[in-house]
């Protein structure tokens, strides 16, 4: 019987069921569309073989991507996408053979084109054949794949050198855990440090690394807990080598998830810092003798300034406790009386001042160094302290002087600035070997900046840095006195209003103090210290 498709009828339905039938036309119509369709399509390269592997179909994509035209290549064999060795060694007829026994060849391997460049496919061939499984041919769809080869390969080359820097780095150890801790990888670090070559410990429990009061507490599996849930644990600790020595070591510890979030395993960084800490020890062992030192160096100079005031405090007020007591009934002369008590007072307020520092430098300590800042004029406050100490500075004979061309109106504690302007005065006066010391106070820049410079003995380089920190004296000779918490306490009250306070000096050539202060509490001082910068002239 003959279908409708031999004989030209259309479409119609059996009475045995709903096969539909399409008419010559209509499929001479999809063929065409379909040969449109494949002609079109750019990114893959679709041609057909006849049984003998001969090209007899060739599409816009093969052209693209292997570079001929469809007049160069139809009747050609396929073999010639091949490189050479491919064809030497019957490539291609065994690809074939296999498509006929199986139906089906994929593979990615190099092939040829036009010009002879390389590129990397992605080859399907499969074996078409009629209604009676007679092979009328192939089909073969390539595409290129070589970017994505370079990529792969890109990819594989950065892994191989990270992986041959890991295996080979020295100075730390570089190892994987898997899941339940066990070692899976181990580098030549690894093995410096803990002394097991790669045989011997993958596959061992990481907690064997641990001394074993760290095991009896459950600190390895505690190290991993931390890990897996927080993503990574650190420590420095002390580890165990194979022959049972112990190093100090700074150990992190990576949880590794796959894109599920389902724990893989861990990545462990150990580096040996056994010096360092051995370095630090020793650093701190010496801090504490400086300490040591300077603690007892403090008592020594504290008693000794304590007892210089008191020393004429007391002859003062014995003589005159024999005074009275020797003429009970005489008119004591008033003039001397006058004289030994301005004396008692004036080693009173050494006195006074000595532990008032001492509890400065405890609040400061604590942070209880409080300001209380009120609108106040800094030109009258320097004024008051030069005349305040004028006697003083006629008997060292150093002709004090005060430059300030205008009022400095500032929010500031004045108790405080007194005691930073007395602090540098008398620190002047001490050591300025008789020489004149000039005070000036300008605006500059928006900040309220003073000065205190002397002509005296000055600070040599190396003792600079330290000049404002506790208990330091620019000279630790005994005929300068002072307990070397001036400076100190001056910086603190600077800072604390949001200034600075800095020096320039030299040896035999003087010192600058120079402080700058903020006009409001509101403006933050942004000036730094120029170590370069030339002292005032």
């Known amino acids: 019987m003959r279908s409708p498709l031999d004989d030209g009828q259309p479409p119609s339905s059996t009475s045995g069921g709903d096969i539909a039938y399409v008419s010559p036309q209509s499929a001479r119509d999809m063929g065409a569309q379909l040969r449109l369709f494949i002609d079109s399509v ?6 057909t073989l006849d049984p003998a592997g001969y090209i007899v179909s060739w599409n816009t994509g093969a052209e693209r991507i292997k570079g001929y035209k469809a007049e160069e290549i139809l009747g050609q064999h396929f073999s010639r996408f091949y490189p050479p060795e491919d064809i030497a060694s019957g490539k291609p007829q065994m690809e074939l053979e296999l498509v006929n026994r199986e139906g089906r060849f994929e593979e990615e391997g190099w092939r040829v084109r036009k010009d002879g460049s390389l590129f990397w496919a992605n080859v399907v061939i499969t074996a078409m054949r009629d209604a009676q499984g007679q092979l009328v041919g192939y089909g073969k769809v390539t595409r290129d794949f070589t970017e994505r080869k370079q990529n792969q390969e890109r990819l594989r080359e950065s892994e191989e ?98 894109t599920q979030g389902q724990l893989l395993g861990y990545a462990k ?53 024999r005074t009275v007591e020797n ?62 100490y004028a006697p003083q500075s006629l008997q060292v004979g150093c002709a004090v002087t005060l430059e300030a061309p205008t009022p400095i109106e500032g929010n500031w504690d004045r108790a405080r600035l007194d005691q930073v302007i007395t602090n540098l005065l008398t620190n002047a006066l001490k050591y300025g070997a ?83 202060l903020p006009l409001s509490p509101d403006v933050e001082t942004n000036v730094t210290p120029d170590p370069d910068a030339p002292a005032e002239p």
């Not at 750019?42 to 041609?47: F, G, P, S």
């Not at 600790?237 to 998830?257: C, E, N, P, Q, Y």
């Not at 001397?336 to 509890?359: G, M, N, P, T, W």
């Open 434 to 516: 008789g020489k004149p010391i000039h005070l000036r106070a300008r605006v500059e820049s928006g900040l309220a900046v003073m000065s205190v410079r002397d002509a005296g003995i000055g600070i040599s380089p190396e003792d600079q840095p330290r000049i404002f920190e506790r208990f330091v004296r620019a000279v630790s000779e005994r005929n300068y006195g002072g307990l070397g918490l001036g400076l100190f306490i001056t910086q603190q009250i600077i800072e604390a209003h949001g200034g600075i306070v800095q020096v320039r000096s030299a040896p035999g050539e003087g010192s600058t103090f120079t402080v700058m």
């Open 269 to 321: 960084v150990t580096r040996d810092i056994t010096q360092r800490k051995q370095h630090q020890e020793r650093r701190e062992l010496e801090m504490l003798r400086d300490a040591v030192r300077a603690r007892d160096e403090f008592l020594s100079v504290a008693s000794h300034e304590l007892k210089t005031p008191l020393t004429p405090l007391q002859l003062k007020l014995t003589a005159l406790l």
């Open 161 to 258: 050198r990270f992986r041959l820097l890991v295996e080979h780095v020295q100075d730390y150890a570089i190892y994987m855990l898997d899941a339940d801790g066990r070692v899976s990888t181990w580098n030549a670090g690894a093995e410096r440090f803990k002394q097991y070559k790669a045989e011997e410990i993958i596959g061992q429990h990481f907690s064997r690394f641990f001394p074993p009061e760290d095991v009896a507490r459950g600190k390895p599996w505690h190290a991993l807990q931390v890990a897996a849930s927080e993503g990574r644990f650190e420590e420095e600790a002390w580890r165990v080598r194979k022959d049972g020595s112990l190093f100090w070591a700074s150990v992190v510890i990576t949880a590794m998830h796959d």
């Open 327 to 388: 003429h009970p009934s005489a008119t004591l002369p008033v003039e001397r009386i006058a004289r030994d008590l301005e004396v008692a007072r004036r080693q009173v307020r050494k006195l006074s001042d000595l532990i008032e520092d001492l509890l400065d430098v405890s609040r400061i300590s604590m942070g209880q160094l409080r300001l209380d800042r009120a609108p106040m004029e800094l030109v009258s406050l320097a004024k008051e302290v030069v005349a305040r």
């Open 42 to 47: 750019r990114d893959y390269a679709i041609l």
